[in-house]
């Protein structure tokens, strides 16, 4: 098709800066159709590589070059002429236009989206679960909250969270109301000792906040992840927008607004 364009947002870390400004620009060529693929953590020269044979390979098969971003950018208005030349458009110079409610569609699926993360928060509701993209489990205060609303808010990806607790650790398996969506799950865990600074600053001085009780409770979900084959990710030393990046390449999921 002439004018559908593929792009790649490749980052060394989370994509993100290279996703805004490059939909930013992008913008401005509101005629073309663009195939956007994200590519974060091109950190090694071993991914380097992986990534030009993947953009190499990709205008082979199309017959045309894709546009690459980098977040590497100093001036990003600078990359408009390049742009306009390779695409043969010109661009409509509108200030803003990655701020506005352009496109209705995926203003409403970000809106369904905090809807249903919010109604899905800490196993509040388990109905409608199957129509949940992803959902996050792991111990009391692990960072599934923030890591499912930031799903929602910048993927636009119906994200549940629940809730592993001792009653789960003494069966080893699996809720109930979640064991028949393993295929969704995504786990996370932490370090105990960082669990226990994030209780006590919650609950000074409890059972729920000790240093035991931390331990024996990270201990157990990571048992009770690994024997149901849930994969899981350390949310310690990791932001939220790293986590939840991590979260939609590793569990194969589709950005659902830009």
Do not use: W
């Not at 990534?51 to 590497?72: C, M, N, Q, W, Y």
């Not at 970000?110 to 109604?119: C, L, S, W």
């Not at 295929?183 to 906040?209: N, W």
């Amino acid at each position: 098709m002439p004018d559908r364009r593929t792009v790649f947002f490749v980052s060394d870390r989370t994509g993100i800066t290279a996703e805004m400004l490059g939909n930013s620009l992008l913008s401005q060529f509101d005629t073309l159709d663009f195939q956007r693929k994200t590519i974060p953590f091109v950190d090694t020269p071993e991914r380097i590589d992986e990534v030009l044979k993947r953009i190499d390979d990709t205008a082979a098969a199309e017959g045309r070059r894709p546009l690459v971003f980098s977040s590497i950018v100093d001036e990003a208005m600078s990359i408009l002429a390049p742009l306009e030349s390779e695409l043969g458009v010109k661009s409509s110079h509108a200030a803003g236009r990655t701020h506005g409610i352009a496109n209705a569609a995926q203003y409403f699926a970000r809106m369904e989206a905090i809807n249903f993360t919010q109604a899905h928060d800490d196993g509040a509701s388990t109905r409608d679960l199957a129509k949940a993209q992803v959902i996050l489990i792991g111990v009391s205060r692990c960072g599934k909250t923030p890591t499912s609303l930031y799903l929602a808010l910048q993927f636009g990806i119906l994200a549940a969270n629940f809730p592993l607790t001792p009653d789960d650790f003494v069966d080893k398996r699996l809720p109930g109301s979640i064991r028949h969506y393993k295929d969704k799950l995504f786990g996370l865990t932490i370090d105990p000792d960082r669990l226990t600074q994030i209780r006590e600053a919650r609950r000074p001085g409890s059972q729920y906040a000790s240093l035991v009780n931390c331990r024996y409770e990270v201990r157990e979900a990571q048992l009770l992840m690994q024997l149901e084959g849930v994969p899981a990710l350390d949310a310690t030393s990791r932001s939220i927008e790293e986590i939840a990046t991590t979260i939609v390449h590793r569990a194969g999921l589709q950005r659902q607004i830009y």
